[in-house]
């Protein structure tokens, strides 16, 4: 059972506009998000992350949103460049607040930016 | 550049062979962790060590076995290979094994089992 989804396999954006990437979780114990970024022939890239107890974290072009109630949160883009063109995925962050952790990842979203 | 290295890139072997996989962590990290990217399951956690100790257990198969030295490098062992183990194998480290605990990805070693 897939307890984070990334229901868009691949977005299409044109340069300088936004982009925005969509994340649902079920499991409502999860309490920190993280994005990560992919191009191929590499491991995932730390992008930014949020906790449950924030709604919005921004990090240059980069924002994240949080809605606990719906259980969702956005990676925005804005603006996008071409170099943004790869693959994202959400992850949640499981563990028991101690030593032990473990990420659980959405199938990931393709985005394409185009020049 | 993560900091975090592994090696080999590429590794094509047969069915019911046994490989290792190595992993070096960033400078001063302590946590470990392995993943499983595979075409149809996407990344899929497998293992946690920090500071030595097994931490956590995802989906890890039996045929899978892993551990972490003193020297914190660890490394992962695929034993009975099939088909199905085809797949891309992450390694990643963490400073802080909790929450908040950003883990940052090496490179991968791409196994193909013919």
């Known amino acids: 059972d897939q307890q984070v989804k990334q229901n868009s396999p691949s977005l299409s954006v044109q340069e300088g506009r936004i982009s925005i990437l969509n994340c649902d979780y079920t499991?409502?114990?999860?309490?920190?998000f993280l994005w990560y970024k992919k191009y191929p022939a590499e491991g995932p890239t730390f992008l930014i992350s949020?906790?449950?107890?924030?709604d919005k974290n921004e990090d240059g072009r980069f924002t994240v949103f949080l809605n606990k109630s719906a259980k969702h949160l956005s990676l925005h883009i804005v603006p996008s460049q071409p170099g943004d063109s790869a693959v994202y995925f959400c992850a949640a962050l499981e563990g028991d607040g101690g030593a032990t952790n473990k990420l659980i990842f959405g199938t990931g979203t393709l985005l394409a930016v185009q020049p | 550049d993560s900091g975090v290295t592994q090696t080999p890139k590429h590794l094509i072997t047969a069915t019911g062979q046994r490989v290792t996989l190595r992993c070096s962590p960033r400078?001063?990290?302590?946590?470990v962790y392995w993943y499983q990217q595979s075409l149809d399951q996407g990344l899929q956690f497998l293992i946690q060590y920090y500071n030595g100790e097994e931490r956590a257990k995802g989906n890890i198969l039996e045929r899978f076995s892993a551990q972490q030295f003193p020297d914190l490098h660890s490394e992962l062992n695929l034993s009975s290979l099939e088909l199905g183990d085809s797949a891309l194998y992450f390694c990643?480290?963490?400073?802080?094994?909790?929450?908040?605990?950003?883990?940052?990805f090496g490179p991968g070693t791409r196994l193909l089992v013919l």
């Open positions: 499991n409502s114990m999860f309490d920190y």
């Open positions: 400078s001063g990290d302590l946590s």
């Open positions: 990643a480290s963490s400073l802080s094994p909790g929450r908040g605990g950003t883990q940052y």
């Open positions: 949020i906790s449950s107890i924030k």
